[in-house]
C-alpha cells in the first residue's frame, strides 16, 4: 500500500474519531444539562446540536466549545426569527394588533441578535457573568414576544412553534455556561 493510502485512512481514523468524542461530549453535556433544568429537553438538545456539529471542522471538544456553538446556532436561529417575521409583516390577513406585536416581535429578536453578539464577546473574555445576563435578555426576548399576543383574548401568536424552538436553543447556552461556571 502506498504513503498516500496509509494517510488517507489516518485521516479517516481521525475524523471518525473526533466526530465520536464529539457526539459523546454532546451526549454528556445535554444529560447534565437536562437533569439540571427542568426546561430543558435532552432530546432537543442532542439532536440540534449534533446536526450542527456535524457540520464543523473541527467539531467542538470540549464544554467551552459547546457554548460557543450553542450561542452561534442560537444566533442563527435569531436571524432566522427576523426573516420569519418580516415574512409574516407582509401577510394581510393579520389584523392590526397581530401587526403590531409582529413588529414588537421583530425588535425584540433584533435585539436578541446583539445581546447574542454581546453574550460570545464576554464569553470569549471569560466573564461569564455579563454572558450569562446577555443569554438572559435574549431568552427573555422569545417569552415577551409569545406573552404579547395572549394578551388579547382569543388571539394566537402565529410564532408559537418557533418561540419554543428558541427558547431550548438559548437554554442550553445557558445551561452550558452554568455547567461551566460550576468548574471554574
Known amino acids: ?10 485521516f ?3 475524523f471518525l474519531f473526533q466526530s465520536s468524542n464529539s457526539s459523546n461530549l454532546i451526549s454528556q453535556s445535554c444529560k447534565e444539562a437536562s ?24 467539531p467542538p471538544t470540549n464544554l467551552e466549545g459547546l457554548v460557543c456553538m450553542s ?23 393579520y389584523d392590526q394588533y397581530v401587526k403590531a406585536c409582529l413588529r ?21 473574555q471569560k466573564d461569564f457573568d455579563t454572558a450569562a445576563i446577555k443569554l438572559s435578555a435574549s431568552l427573555d426576548n422569545s417569552e415577551t414576544c409569545e406573552d404579547q399576543f395572549k394578551e388579547k383574548k382569543g388571539e394566537t401568536s402565529p410564532l408559537t412553534k418557533e418561540n419554543q424552538v428558541y427558547f431550548q436553543l ?4 445557558l445551561a452550558f455556561l452554568q455547567m461551566l461556571r460550576q468548574h471554574y
Open 71 to 93: 450561542t452561534q446556532l442560537t444566533k442563527s436561529n435569531a436571524s432566522n426569527m427576523v426573516s420569519i417575521i418580516s415574512k409574516l409583516l407582509k401577510d394581510k390577513s
Open 170 to 173: 438559548n437554554m442550553i447556552c
Open 1 to 10: 500500500m502506498k504513503f498516500s493510502s496509509y494517510l488517507l485512512i489516518f
Open 12 to 14: 479517516i481514523f481521525l
Open 35 to 58: 437533569k439540571n433544568d427542568p426546561n430543558l429537553k435532552y432530546d432537543f438538545c442532542v439532536e440540534s446540536l449534533e446536526d450542527t456539529s456535524s457540520k464543523l471542522q473541527p
Open 104 to 124: 414588537d416581535c421583530f425588535d425584540l429578536y433584533s435585539d436578541s441578535l446583539s445581546d447574542l453578539d454581546d453574550a460570545v464577546v464576554a464569553f470569549k
